[in-house]
């Protein structure tokens, strides 16, 4: 057995790389897709994954049976907690759930490529840089895709506005009703209390180039986790004005709200 062999067996159990052998996603000769995705990374970001899923986060989902087992679908849901660990979790509850499971493409904000090394990893994860032609590209390619429609002014925001959502962006809307792809709506809760933040020091921001920089004690806090998936969405293909694709938005908006409220219903501690 090689050196690297003998680390994949201590640190890959053996189920899970069969679990990601499963899903079968399609690869080049080299190991790696278009976007970069490698099945050999994949397995080792879950691993870790599973331990804070299972053990940190103690995270309790519902309702992932719901993704349809194969085709474009957009995976919709509120973004929180200053770091895309909710992002990491809805990937891993679909990726290892026991039937037909999926590998999700996240759709990750512009500032993650720009850190040395974090890109290149990232990508080799399944996360791919979110705008609208990768995305339309993912959906094309009968992908998965996780996108969190409030963007930073989600992930961003403070905890005295903790599960309050913020205006959702309708390019993910468009892009449903292109490609004929279901909206899974998700409804996260746990991840507001992750790491609380009391104040955005926007000139630090400023300075580092980065989207916000919380003031927030330096842990990520070990809140437990609920993830509601709900009945997938279909919007036809018709051309209709704007304002009536907002009121789609809206729609899938409600529903992201009631499933918070369903979590937050169903939470009987913060820790």
Known sequence: MSLASFIKSKLVPAELEQQVNRIRKPIGSLGYDPWGY?????????????QIYEKYF?????GVEQIPSKGPVLIIANHSGQLPIDGILIGYALASRKNSPRMPRAMIERFFPTVPWLGNLLNEVGAVLGDPVNCAKMLAN???VIVFPEG?????????????????????MHLAMKYNAPIVPVGVVGCEETIPAIANIKPLAKTLGIPYAPLALPVVLPAKVH????????????????????????KVKAEISRLIDKGLSERKRLF
């Open 38 to 50: 490698n099945n050999e990374a994949v397995k080792y970001g879950l691993a870790l994954t599973k």
């Open 58 to 62: 103690r995270v309790q989902a519902h």
């Open 142 to 144: 009968d992908e998965a």
């Open 152 to 172: 930073i002014r989600g992930s961003g925001k403070l905890y005295r506005d903790r599960y309050e959502l913020k205006r959702f962006g309708s390019g993910f």
């Open 227 to 250: 993830l509601n998936f709900g009945a997938p969405m279909y919007f036809d293909d018709l051309e209709i004005p704007e304002d009536q694709v907002t009121e789609r938005v809206e």
